[in-house]
């Protein structure tokens, strides 16, 4: 029944990878690592095998080579003042999650959110409650790996990777293995218990998604004018679900008319840094699909056709230049002061300008080209694969619309862009 399932709400392929982990669950009941089907689809990524090179794997690699450890707070939140200053992740990032939508879902509630923070490739939440923080990081190569870390200061084993729990909701197809790996972002019906009202009523949201559409079960501060959307929306009589469009209360300052804040780094959950994350992590998604996608056409033929690694490059290409994001239909301001500490993180070139700076009155991003380009999974695709991304860029910034469908930008936008690049990236101008 399983199976019959997977393959009518799936696809034959993602079942036939389903059965192939039912399988190897029956077969051993060893580590995990012998489980995973990345292992056996992408053997040159070493997902759960290689040890991981992300910004937090690395900082708890130096932190112990010196002797030193994070700085805890008993009284207050324990590990993740010094996690967050030593990551680089500023406090004006925290957002918060009010539905059970989580491992922590035990400790979750519209009054007792779980907060998150994050930078360009970290991610770091924090309840009230629980014994340890949820850390999740972006490996060049392996993608989204997860680590549980402790709040127990006497904790031997301060923190471990998760290979087993979180691939079983991000995985690309679920169930611990059978796509690869993922970030999720979701909208979800909440009640005032913070249990979702109805799965068939949530979704998996995009940067595609419209915003009076995201949000629902976040808390959400900041103006967005007559900008709807479901933040700050609790369901407390499910008649009200029968009267669509939902919407949260929005134009908040502070979330005080639904909740005491004062264990938390923060008073906001910053609808700026709602955008930036939805944005970041559909590129981050598409770049994980695309590295692990190429590098097993590469192993297979090192002189694949263009072609085909063109077809992998495509959807990656359309989210770096946000073709698909749905227009702001008014102006949106944040509440907590993230917006201008993005900002100033650059690169910029001389006159000031950046691919981090915001637009915020049509569109998310005042030039469209996600600042995602510096990032080091970029740098890590195979030399062909980055060669011919760059390539696309250089195309798409010359007025050619054929890799966007159709859509293109203004040239002047266009412009400014390849300025920018040629100040701060001038190796993705010079590709062929």
Known sequence: MLLLSCFMSVNRHACGRLLWVLLSLLASVGSVQAQLVYDAEYPQIGYGKNPPADPYTLL??????????????????????????????DASSQMLVFSKSSLKQRFISPQTPRSMFFTDEVY???????RSLEVTAMDPMQGPVFFDVSQDVKAEKPYKQETDRCLRCHDTYSMTGGGVPRFMLSSVITAADGNIVSHELSEITEQST???ERWAGWYVTGMSGKQTHRGNFIVEDVSVLSKRPWVGVINLGNLDQFVDLAAY???????VALLVLQHQ???????????????????????IAA????????????????????QLVDAVQGSSGYQQWFEKRGPAAKDGKSLRQFDLQTRTFRYRLSYLIYSDAVAALAAPVKQLLFSDITVVLAGDSTLLDGKTLPADERQAIRDILQATKPEVLASP
Do not use: C, W
Request: charged share 25%; glycine share 6%.
């Open 60 to 89: 708890m690699k130096t932190l112990a080579a010196k002797g030193e450890k994070l700085p805890f707070v008993a009284e207050g939140h324990g590990y993740l003042d010094g996690l967050l200053q030593a990551l680089g992740i």
């Open 124 to 130: 770091v939440t924090y309840v009230p409650g629980s």
């Open 210 to 212: 419209p915003v009076e």
């Open 265 to 271: 780094p923060r008073k906001t959950s910053d609808i």
């Open 281 to 303: 992590v559909e590129v981050q998604n598409r770049l994980v699909r695309l590295n692990y996608e190429s590098r097993k056409l590469l192993a297979a033929n090192s002189k």
């Open 307 to 326: 072609a085909e690694l063109q077809a992998l490059i495509k959807p990656l290409l359309q989210v770096m230049f946000m073709a698909d994001e749905p």
